[in-house]
């Protein structure tokens, strides 16, 4: 029996690894791909969805295109980190599929209505989902699972000291996406770190494999590999996106999770976009619950906190063969 998934990416080089697990999953269905601005432009994504998909040989997920910009916030980009494309800067010849009719907003509120228990995983920032819930909040319940590759459990961030970038970027969407009462599964950006990366032997073995999909993997992600050694010095490919969805297609993939009240920081320069978690839940004390009252009364966030990594990096090996 197949599950239906809905895919809302700003697809650059670890989302369309992301992708191609999704695709390859024998029990996934996936419904739509959504494109949302953020790692590139919503333009540059949504080609990069598109030749993504081909490349699986997918030709019948529609991919439509969204949000352009943030709900409040000028666009940023991740361009120093995947590249120019998003893609490594490979020049990756166009795609010969378009994208399909419409606004992604539509498109989701229509899917998840057509579709009741679709898992939805969120790889980017949270524009069209916000937009989506403010269009349609009837939907939160019609969505059994949520997996969100965003935010940071242990207040490390990526982009700043204390906040990973798909929050960082639209911090209000993703604070009105988790006061929803979606089931979100926060797959923060860490758990893709240390041990989790791919060494330098791991990705020589992706290239033995001699796939097509094991080389793409590798090439569409040469400048996020050059990033990682510049900004931590790890000689490492960490993939978010993938273990994100290596949650989704198994949630047992998840070794360790708890649940618990969430806010996102949405007024402080400082710490835009951090991920609070009320790991001893403090916020119902007296002194506390006036502020976070809005959370508490819809709060459904569980945070994974660790992964089998060995069980992860199969998965993906498996879905590069």
């Known amino acids: 029996m197949t599950r239906a998934f809905l895919i809302d990416t700003d697809t650059a080089s670890d989302d369309a690894v992301a992708l191609i697990m999704a695709a390859h999953a024998p029990d996934v269905d996936i419904k739509a ?6 790692n590139v432009s919503v333009e540059q994504g949504t080609r990069n ?3 993504t998909l ?3 040989g997918v030709q019948d997920v529609p991919v439509y295109v969204g949000a352009d910009r943030p709900l409040l916030r000028e666009a940023e980009r991740a361009e120093w980190f995947h590249g120019a494309d998003g893609m490594g800067n490979q020049n990756y010849a166009a795609p010969k599929g378009q994208p399909a009719p419409g606004h992604a907003v ?3 509120i229509e899917t998840i209505k057509a579709n009741p228990g679709i898992v939805l995983v969120t790889l980017g920032p949270l524009t069209n989902i916000a ?6 909040p009837e939907i939160a319940p019609l969505v059994s699972r949520c997996v969100v590759m965003g935010g940071t459990a242990w207040a490390v961030g990526n982009v700043t000291p204390a906040a990973e970038f798909n929050v960082w970027q639209d911090p209000e969407a993703a604070q009105i996406m988790f006061r929803s009462g979606l089931p979100v ?4 950006w860490e758990l893709c770190r240390f041990g989790a990366g791919l060494t330098p032997d791991e990705m020589a073995q992706l290239r033995q494999m001699n796939t097509e999909r094991g080389h793409f993997t590798i090439d569409c992600n040469q400048s996020a590999i050059e990033a990682i050694r510049v900004q931590s010095g790890a000689i490492s490919l960490e993939l978010p996106d993938p273990v994100a969805m290596a949650v989704a297609i198994d949630p ?3 070794t360790r999770k708890s649940r618990h009240a969430v806010e996102v920081e949405t007024h402080s320069e400082l710490t835009r976009g951090m991920t609070v978690i009320d790991q001893l839940d403090n916020a119902g004390d007296e002194r506390n619950y006036p502020l976070w009252k809005p959370v508490l009364e819809r709060a459904n966030i569980t945070v994974c906190w660790e992964i089998d990594v060995p069980r ?7 879905a590069l063969r």
């Not at 992860?312 to 498996?318: F, Y």
């Open 252 to 254: 047992t993939i998840c």
């Open 49 to 51: 969805a598109l030749y």
């Open 33 to 38: 791909v959504t494109i949302v601005s953020g």
């Open 54 to 56: 081909e490349l699986c």
């Open 131 to 136: 937009l989506a819930l403010a269009q349609a």
């Open 312 to 318: 992860w990096k199969a998965m993906l090996v498996e």
């Open 185 to 188: 599964e926060m797959v923060g």
């Open 106 to 108: 539509p498109a989701i």
